[in-house]
């Protein structure tokens, strides 16, 4: 019997066949790095299945195999030449094969000798992208591909990488724009970085196969490439496996005993080789002062239910998540909420109000304010008072808790952004323009890669002894590093915490652009989700060599500098929806074209309740963002 084994860079497949390649078993799934252990499960498992046979010709492939086998002494088989096997004796006279896989993509050409082109650091367009996006949209997979075959427009959206595709996703989710289209244009723009990142230029015709996860497991995927290219393409039974059918079948294969190689593999053990960074603690007498220190840097709570008064709202609709923070005339927070903003905050902001005037009707809200990615939005649809800029919410709520502050980092989901203050006033700004790599979706990319739920992966890097030194790179590129990291004998907990440093290093370095601690200030002050965790705030630290303040709100610095200004600036009497006013609230939103130039932006008409409109999406010039 022949055992065919792919090991991808997110998958292990797995294929058997019978002495005449029949194909009697095949096992698909994500190996989520640890490599040796799920082969070692696997090669259990066939061995159980199959207990009569004790030898079998075994060959391995995929972008991940080869130190597998090379360390274990098994018959290896570059994927390419793997897929070509399969793919000559299975769908004989093709022309083109697009195999797109978690972080590879290829396209094969077959006429007139095989010529390939794959991606090289780039994960742009791949089943890793895909994973992105449907995040960012908060679907799952399935219903992203269901919510494609609706689709009524397609919208212009990069897939170079997710941090270009989520500048271009985020404000159509923000304004309203419908997700139907928004997932038929991901896939869409899969297509387009196939064809021009990979082909180049020649054309894609004849007989076309599709194969991998994302081709097999997509039909409008499929069917974006039919569109474009102007074919019918075939996605053939077992698409999954032809890397694994095709190192069945070579005859590179080497006969072995299964018991023998099942025992090589689980008694190999990697030795730790990998270029390591600082530590972050020296001991536990080193992390409970920092935790000490950290501690004092707070602002009250107070118990809304035993509060009445008057209050003041602020709301800082961001590109990921959604905060508000009520206070009380003493800047004191009677009631938050942080919650992801599920590409639509208007539900979310209404959820909140209604559940706060239902729980604290003897709690008037005075004045109120918004700031953030959604401001435009939020402002309209519930009258808020006031819209505020960013910086100046930011600044508003450093000055709080350092009064004398002269600079101010803030690192959220997607952006960075960092405010010199000089004599008072903000003097200097720095943002991330296109690349989120120093932002905490960086670290939620490699967190969810590794199957760990964000808070867990950044615990485990409190528990490093040995950092791994990954350097300031994009979250695509940093993916090998990682990979390499895992092989080289790297633990889980040396992993997180290289990734928190890099954080550290590409806000410091590519963001800021930093020669010096001095060069930023003496009094800082830092905000923003990522800095809750705490190896971040001490990595910074560490390479700022400096202590720095982290309020205990910092995830909350945007929407209580809002709160902070509605409370400075109120007016007589407040233009905020009231309770009775909610139950009648209605938010709609259409796309249309607009017509007034050459530009045809595609708009996203918000309806509200009396007939108000809010209108977002343009791209040119034209003021037609307005209410009425």
Request: hydrophobic share 40%.
């Amino acid at each position: 019997m022949k055992i065919g084994l792919d090991v991808g860079s997110t998958t292990l497949k797995c294929v058997v066949l019978d002495d005449n390649d029949k194909l009697v078993f095949h096992s698909y799934y994500r190996h989520y790095s640890e490599i040796k252990e799920k082969t070692v499960e696997l090669l259990r498992q066939i061995r159980d299945k199959f207990p009569q046979e004790k030898n079998f010709s075994l060959c391995v492939s995929g972008s991940a195999g080869m130190g597998l086998a090379e360390n274990n002494g098994i018959a290896f088989i570059q994927e390419v030449y793997a897929t070509r096997i399969a793919v000559n004796r299975l769908i004989p006279y093709t022309d083109v094969v697009i195999e797109l896989g978690g972080e590879d993509a290829k396209i094969l050409f077959l006429t007139d000798g095989l010529e390939v082109r794959m991606n090289g650091s780039c994960a742009g367009g791949t089943g890793a992208f895909i994973d992105q996006m449907a995040s960012l949209l908060d679907v799952s997979l399935v219903e992203m591909n269901e919510m494609a075959k609706k689709f009524n427009k397609i919208y212009t959206i990069a897939s170079r990488c997710g941090v270009f595709a989520k500048s271009d996703v985020q404000p159509l989710l923000n304004q309203g724009a419908n997700k139907d289209d928004i997932s038929a244009s991901i896939f869409a723009a899969v297509v387009n970085q196939t064809i021009g990142g990979l082909a180049q230029g020649r054309e894609i015709e004849g007989k076309v196969v599709y194969l991998g996860g994302p081709l097999t497991f997509f039909s409008e995927l499929r069917e974006s490439f039919d569109r474009i290219l102007n074919i019918k393409g075939i996605c053939p039974e077992n698409s999954l496996y032809f890397v694994a059918l095709g190192a069945a079948y070579t005859d590179l294969s080497q006969e072995v005993d299964l018991d023998e190689i099942i025992d090589k593999v689980y008694k190999y053990e990697v030795k730790e080789d990998y270029n390591s960074t600082m530590t972050l603690f020296e001991g536990k007498e080193d992390y409970d002062e920092f935790v000490r220190r950290h501690s004092s840097e707070r602002v009250d709570y107070l118990d809304p239910t035993e509060y009445t008064g008057d209050a003041f709202l602020g709301i800082d609709a961001g590109s990921t998540t959604v905060k508000a923070a009520v206070i009380n005339s003493d800047d004191k927070i009677l009631y938050s909420t942080y919650l992801p903003n599920s590409g639509n905050p208007v539900p979310i902001i209404k959820s909140f109000l209604e559940d706060f005037y239902e729980k604290f009707p003897n709690i008037m809200i005075k004045s109120s304010a918004v700031t953030g990615y959604g401001e435009d939005i939020i402002k309209n649809a519930f009258d808020i008072d006031y819209g505020l800029v960013e910086t100046i919410a930011h600044y508003t709520a450093a000055k709080k808790f350092k009064s004398d502050v002269d600079f101010i980092i803030d690192i959220g989901g997607q952006d960075i952004k960092c405010f010199k203050i000089r004599d008072g006033v903000i003097d200097n700004i720095f943002l991330n323009e296109a690349c989120s790599s120093g932002c905490g979706s960086f670290l939620q990319t490699f967190a969810s890669a590794l199957d760990y739920s964000i808070e867990d992966f950044a615990k485990l890097g409190l528990e490093s002894t040995r950092p791994v030194d990954l350097g300031s790179r994009c979250t695509v590129f940093m993916n090998s590093q990682v990979k390499q990291a895992q092989k080289d004998g790297a633990s889980i907990e040396d992993i997180s915490a290289g990734l928190s440093i890099s954080v550290v290093k590409n806000a410091l370095y590519k963001v800021i652009r930093a020669s010096s601690a001095d060069s930023l200030g003496k009094n800082i002050v830092v905000q923003g989700g990522t800095f809750h965790n705490d190896v971040v705030l001490r990595a910074f630290e560490k390479e700022l060599n400096r202590n720095v303040v982290r309020p205990n709100i910092s995830g909350l610095m945007g929407a209580y500098g809002a709160a902070l200004f509605a409370k400075e600036n109120a007016k007589e009497k407040t233009s905020l929806i009231k309770e009775e006013q909610l139950k009648e609230f209605v938010h709609k939103a259409k796309v249309v074209t607009c017509g007034l130039c050459n530009n045809s932006c595609k708009l996203t008409v918000n309806t509200f309740n009396n007939n108000r409109k809010f209108i977002g999406g343009n791209r040119c010039e034209r003021p037609i963002v307005s209410k009425s």
